[in-house]
Structures are given as structure tokens and as C-alpha cells.
């Protein structure tokens, strides 16, 4: 049943954090405060308490949510599916403020004093789903450690996002992501599995 | 000739940067402070505004000071060197504070609104040199771009440092060091070169 008191409160929660993302995309953590994220939301001040008591908090919450803001449409899973993703994942960083935000907050949180590695956990737990189903279908080397991989991956692709934010502000972010698959593949698939993989980004980004 | 008041002056720089850099370090770039890192250096105002106008300017002097503070003795090239490199910056970024509040700036430099690409950039070219050596003695496969690679090696190398602090505070980095070297060497060097390299920490993390 749902009930409409709560119903109303998820909403407000929801239109909070999407504020407070564009806010810390705009103005960075230090530059972000809370009443910036109010008049953005459009919410008063007892509604931005009951849901959320600081900004550290808030930041926290928007970095939990990095998942839910990217919206890869399910499909297949398997190698092309991750290979897929993760320049789904480069156009996201480049058009959507909410992935931006999210990404920027888990990078930076060490001058906000906090570290929380569980979004880079969610990452290498999604992308170990897709790591597991490659390997049933007998894409992957036998010496690859499915849990190793995507730990590295995690951690090499939030490098090069990075350094692609500080290069070009993003631009030749599906350029380094197709470097990076082109250097890592050898190392993870046979050459026939290989020989059949699409190393590029999909038509305006959106998945096939 | 050495003119002493000039000497003096190159002294002061070298003490106010390392002060700057334990303080950054300690407090992050929005919990440091001139002042901070004037008490820390022991020296006058009128000697900081000489060197240093402000924080801005003095972080990105810490940034630009990375491979100044990383002490690699210096020896034969190749890969073999390349992947000792890798392991010795581990255990700085792990013992080595100057080089931590210098990397550390390098990727949060977004929250105090300064986007600089160099201290990348001497990386990379750092890392072309290596490759280029391994390329005159035989040891790349003939696909690889030694460019591309060293482009690529920098950002995967700086989400792994980054993941790990976040992580372990730094703890499992040679661990994870090793794991982007497993996946990488199949892409970049042939079986008879890689079944001879050391793929591990050096014994104290002291190059060879």
C-alpha cells in the first residue's frame, strides 16, 4: 500500500539530492552549502533537516547515489556489455551533471574528511556481474581472477576519468577508455573473443 | 659563481615547500593555511610573500615539486625499471609524505578550482622514456604505441593509488600495483620478455 505522507517524502528526498548534486558539480564541496541546495531544491528549511543534517551528509548521500543516476538500460551481459558500459559511463561523465557530481564527491572526498570506498565497491560488484557471465560464456583466460580484475578496473577507469577531467574537462574521455581496453583485453580474452569486440563508443552514447 | 643572497633564497623556497607540503597533507588544501605553513616553516611573512603569494599558488608549487620529492636512484632503463618505478612510488606515496600532499593536490586540485595538467604530463613523459628504451632493446610487442601507453599507465596508475588510499589508507597498494601489471604486461610485452620480469615490491621498497 502506499502511503502518501511517505510516498511525498521519497520525492523530496529524491529532489534534494538532485540539487545538491548540481550544486556540488557547480561550486565543488568547499564552494556548495546547504541553503545553496535549499533554493535550488525549492524546499524549507524542515524538510532539508528531516532528511539531511549536514552538508558532509548530503555530499555522502549524493556520492550512494553515483548508481542510480547512471541509467544503463539492461541488456546482455558479457565482455561487450562492460566494455558497453564503461563508455556509456565516459558520455554520462560528459552530459550528465548528476554523474559528474556523484564522481567528483567519491574523488575528492578526502579534503571533506571522509573515506568511504563503498561506491567503488558497488562499481567492482556490478562489474563483476558482467566478469561472471563473460567467464560462463567462455570469453575470458583462464588465469584471470574475476574479483582481481574488477578491483583494477574500478580503479584504473576512475584514473582515467580523472585525468581526462584535468587534460580536456572530459573531452577525450572515450578516446583514454578505448586506450585502456586496448592495452587491458590481451590480458583478460583470447584472441578470437577479442577479434569480435567493438573497442568504441556506441552512437551518441546510448547503448545498444 | 654562487651568489649567497640567491642561495639563500632557493634554500628558503625548498624549506617553505616541504613545510607546505606536510601541512597540506595533514589538513587537506581547505584546512591549510598561510599561516599554518608559515609556523611550520619557521620563516617570516615578508620571506613567504617573496616566494609565495598565496595558498592557490603555493599548492600548485607542491604539485609541481612531485618528481623533485620522489628520489628514484637512477640505473639502466627498460621495462624491468619501469615496473621497479611503479613499486618504489608505492612505497613512497606510502612512507613519504611530501610525495602524498603533492599527488593528493594533484587529484583533488578540481575543489580549489584549478584544473593543471602538468605534473601528469612529466609523468607521461617520464614513463615515454622507459618505454622508448624498452622499445630499442625488443621488448614491446610492435602494436603498442609507447605514447599511448604511458598516456594511459598515468591515469590507470593514479585511480589505483586513488582507490587504494580510499581503500586501505594505502596498505594493499603494491598488491595493487601488481594486479594492473598482471593485466597490462599480455598488451604490452611478448611471453619470452615478460616470463623474466619481477613483477613485486622491492625489499624495503628500495630500487635495486
Known sequence: ???????????????????AAEVFDQWGY????????MARA??????????????QELAQAV?????????FPPGEFGLQR?????FYLAHELQTNVLVRASVRLAVEQGEFGVRDDTVY???????LLYLRSARERGELLPEVDEQEFAQMLVGAYGGTQLHSHISTNRADLPQRVASLWRYLLPGLAPEHV???LRIEPLPNGVAA
Open 194 to 196: 577479442r577479434s569480435h
Open 63 to 71: 556520492m550512494a547515489s553515483q548508481q542510480e543516476f547512471v541509467e
Open 1 to 19: 500500500m502506499a502511503d502518501p505522507k511517505q510516498e511525498r517524502a521519497v520525492k523530496t528526498r529524491k529532489v534534494i539530492l538532485h540539487a
Open 30 to 37: 568547499s564552494g556548495a552549502s546547504i541553503s545553496k541546495i
Open 82 to 86: 562492460m566494455i558497453d558500459l564503461t
Open 121 to 127: 565497491q558497488e562499481w567492482a560488484d556490478q562489474l
Open 42 to 55: 525549492g524546499v524549507t528549511q524542515g524538510a532539508m533537516y528531516f532528511h539531511f543534517k549536514s552538508k
